[in-house]
């Protein structure tokens, strides 16, 4: 196979925090087969990037391919779309993430109607065959909430009853008995991490956003049905209640986090709990034309949930990146790296929790890192992120897999 070089001014090792100089990464088919400039064979193909930083691809942990996005209808988009229809507008939402510098997410729960497809799944695979062009995949396929729950999707827009009816294959199921089977369900087709609401939500009108809204048998029954297929649980939770209850039934992974009291904060640190800070949100989400209850609901929680994600990075929690897109727009991921550094990370933390905490997290031990060995997944920036994080926001060289999808003229 060919030989590239990569070269730049720069290249951060995010473990370390060094910053070496010249960056020098050599890549081979698929992977990284060297890094610095004693690496690089006379004969390789050189790519000069010049005054940039090179990084390993960024991570978002929560996003949603199939909301948002280019002629998307708001409310009504689940009874007007067809899941063909969701699917076309996935696929763009997809390439723009990655020329952004984003190359694995974990496509964190559809919670529309599918007949129980999996279009996430399905997404990942056209994208690994070459169909398509976007970032590597993890997906959950459905959400799984109870009837009424938060992202029991009928509940954003208040639908009538009979409107939309959901089954338990598209993940709203009540009790251990259905919990089980749309956990089950999931595995079946694909899902390489299982997403459930453990509480209320903001944008919905579902009650407090904290309240707890699975029991702490359906939580735990579905850490347990997905645990013993090898695969990993979030819960959405902004609730302490809800929060405690996810962690104690052995959940992975918290996503928002927003209310969580000092305790269930040590609670998650003791247990080496993931948490999925979406602390952007609190900045850059527009509620302006929500309902005016759903905006007092985030005037209450956005405030705390900006004091949780600092208290959790003087913690040393184990913080990830995730936007929650298409609640800020797709492309505009790295907004979370800066929201981040405003809440108290350093830049080679938050540059951290979009590469090394999200591999663990995704157990993905072949990126997140410029090692030999390694994914080819290398991104650049322009000028110092440790000196300016915002720089994350023009990535302009993007390569996944050893394929350039985007390059500096």
Do not use: W
């Not at 959901?166 to 899902?191: C, I, M, Y």
């Not at 890192?369 to 440790?386: C, F, K, M, Q």
């Amino acid at each position: 196979m060919a030989i590239t070089v990569l070269r730049a001014d720069r290249m951060v090792d995010v473990v370390t925090g060094e910053v070496q100089s010249p960056g020098v990464v050599v890549v081979e088919d698929d992977k990284i087969i060297g890094v610095g400039s004693d690496a690089a064979p006379a004969d390789a193909t050189v790519i000069e990037l010049g005054d940039r930083t090179l990084l390993p691809g960024l991570m978002d942990m929560e996003l949603n391919f199939f909301m948002g996005g280019p002629g998307d209808r708001g409310a009504r988009t689940s009874v007007v779309e067809t899941p063909i229809d969701r699917s076309f507008r996935a696929v763009v939402n997809a390439k723009t993430t990655l020329l952004a510098g984003f190359t694995t997410v974990r496509n964190l729960g559809l919670f529309i109607p599918t007949g129980g497809h999996l279009l996430d799944v399905s997404l990942g695979r056209a994208i690994e065959r070459g169909y398509v062009v976007g970032p590597r995949i993890v997906p959950a396929g459905h959400a799984i909430c109870p009837t009424g729950g938060h992202l029991e999707p009928t509940v954003f827009v208040g639908l009538a009853h009979g409107i939309m009816p959901l089954t338990v294959e598209e993940g709203v199921a009540n009790g251990v008995d259905e919990v089980r089977k749309a956990v089950r369900h999931q595995l079946k087709f694909g899902a390489k991490v299982i997403k459930i609401c453990a509480s209320g939500g903001v944008m919905s009108h579902t009650g407090p956003a904290g309240a707890q809204q699975y029991s702490d048998e359906e939580l735990a029954v579905a850490a347990d049905e997905a645990h013993r297929a090898g695969i990993k649980v979030a819960a959405h939770a902004h609730g302490d209640a809800g929060i405690r209850a996810a962690i104690n039934a052995g959940i992975d992974c918290i996503e928002h986090g927003s209310l969580m009291t000092e305790d269930t904060l040590a609670l998650a640190k003791e247990r080496g709990t993931f948490l999925v800070a979406t602390t952007y949100l609190a900045d850059g989400m527009d509620v302006s034309h929500a309902a005016p209850e759903l905006q007092a609901k985030a005037a209450e929680v956005f405030p705390q949930a900006r004091k949780t994600i600092s208290r959790a990075l003087e913690l040393g929690i184990k913080v990830c990146c995730g936007t929650d897109a298409p609640a800020i727009p797709h492309g505009q991921n790295a907004k979370e790296l800066i929201a981040l550094t405003e809440r108290g990370a350093s830049p080679l933390r938050a540059l951290q929790t979009a590469t090394i905490t999200s591999a663990e997290l995704v157990d993905a031990h072949d990126r997140g890192r410029l090692e030999p060995g390694l994914l080819a997944d290398i991104i650049a920036v322009p000028g110092n992120p440790l000196e300016d994080i915002s720089v994350t926001e023009q990535v302009d060289f993007v390569m996944l897999g050893g394929v350039i999808h985007a390059q500096p003229e």
